[in-house]
């Protein structure tokens, strides 16, 4: 059941380095990333896969010292378009059309409506939005890392400036958003191990309009 799956996981704060996630999980859960819902299809993010050691340090250093960035069997940094442009969107709509076996005239209607949307934005209200499409990507994968019987911690406490110089980002036209730390939890040494989930109840959550 994915809700007893969602249950049992939590926002890991000790990893045990001797631990790595097999790369069949890793593909799966990377496959639901590619899979997940985003704006108009456009997926305007991409996912960096980092277990190099000496490129984790230097991450781990711009993210407060959060042991699970070295400690992970794998890092996960979700990084966003910086904005929306014509090179982009025509790549997204010839792909439609060469997934689909449709003339590329079939749908450049709907693109070209999408580029007089966004091109005239400024790059920061682009990149934000961008930035909320990768995070409905994040979640996913958060459930399927749970799915997988593997551990996650979701972060926002980094400085992103200085995970964009590490990873040279800003060159590929990204700006990270959030890292995902996955491994499996440390036997001990985790405070939060063992701690009962505590979420609003469902009254306090959801209201009804019928």
């Keep these: 059941m994915l809700n007893e799956k969602l249950n049992w996981r939590y926002a890991t704060k000790k990893m045990d380095p001797a631990r790595i996630v097999p790369q069949d999980k890793i593909e799966r859960i990377l496959e639901s990333v590619r899979l997940a819902p985003t704006s108009s299809g456009l997926q305007p993010f991409e996912v960096i896969v980092v277990t190099n050691p000496e490129v984790r340090a230097k991450i781990r250093a711009a993210g407060f010292d959060q042991a699970q960035i070295t400690e992970a069997s794998h890092l996960l940094v979700f990084a966003a378009w910086d904005t929306y442009t014509a090179e982009r969107i025509d790549e997204v ?16 209607a709907y693109y070209d409506m999408l580029k007089g949307t966004y091109l005239p934005l ?68 985790d405070w939060l191990n063992g701690l009962a989930k505590v979420r609003r109840s469902r009254a306090n959550l959801v209201s009804e309009i019928a």
């Design 93 to 108: 709509a010839a792909r439609t059309a060469a997934d689909r076996g449709v003339p590329i005239e079939g749908v450049a």
């Design 122 to 189: 400024a790059a920061e209200v682009n990149f934000q939005h961008a930035a909320r499409q990768a995070y409905i990507a994040f979640g996913i994968a958060l459930t399927a890392a749970a799915f997988e019987a593997v551990d996650a911690t979701p972060m926002e406490g980094f400085d992103p400036a200085r995970v964009d110089d590490i990873l040279g980002l800003r060159a590929r036209g990204l700006r990270s958003v959030t890292l995902l730390p996955i491994g499996y939890r440390a036997a001990e040494g």
